[in-house]
């Protein structure tokens, strides 16, 4: 089965970390441009963070740039979110995506090859 495997969510205090994983099962990232988008509750869907197939171009959303970094490694065919600085607002169940364009994925479309099922974020004391 084709698809995208988020993991490493789970419960931090404001100004802690997470690494977040996205991983491709069934067939290689490397390819494709991936992105990084999330959810809250009543919220719509933001998209956070995206990376070049290759890695060597990024681009970050406002509200997280400085405290993540998006980056790649195509020989384990994954692709993480470092955040830090985590802030109570950054709640969210987080995603990633894959399109053979960076442009169309750094946009947000709907319609990308591969969604991941998500894993959740909660920033709390």
């Known amino acids: 089965q084709l698809q995208l495997v988020e993991s490493g969510g789970g419960l931090v205090q404001p100004g802690g970390s997470l690494r977040l994983s996205c991983a491709g099962s069934?067939?290689?990232?490397?390819?494709?441009?991936i992105g990084w988008f999330r959810q809250a509750p009543g919220k719509e869907r933001e998209r956070v963070s995206c990376?070049?197939?290759?890695?060597?171009?990024?681009n970050y959303a406002g509200s997280v740039k400085g405290r993540f970094t998006i980056s790649r490694d195509n020989a384990k065919n994954t692709v993480y979110l470092q955040m830090n600085s985590l802030k109570v607002d950054d709640t969210a169940n987080y995603y990633c995506?894959?399109?053979?364009?960076?442009?169309?994925?750094?946009?947000?479309?709907?319609?990308?090859?591969?969604w991941g099922k998500g894993t959740l974020v909660t920033v709390s004391s």
């Open positions: 995506a894959a399109h053979p364009s960076l442009v169309y994925v750094c946009r947000g479309g709907s319609a990308m090859d591969y």
């Open positions: 990376i070049s197939s290759s890695g060597d171009r990024t």
């Open positions: 069934g067939f290689t990232l490397d390819s494709y441009a």
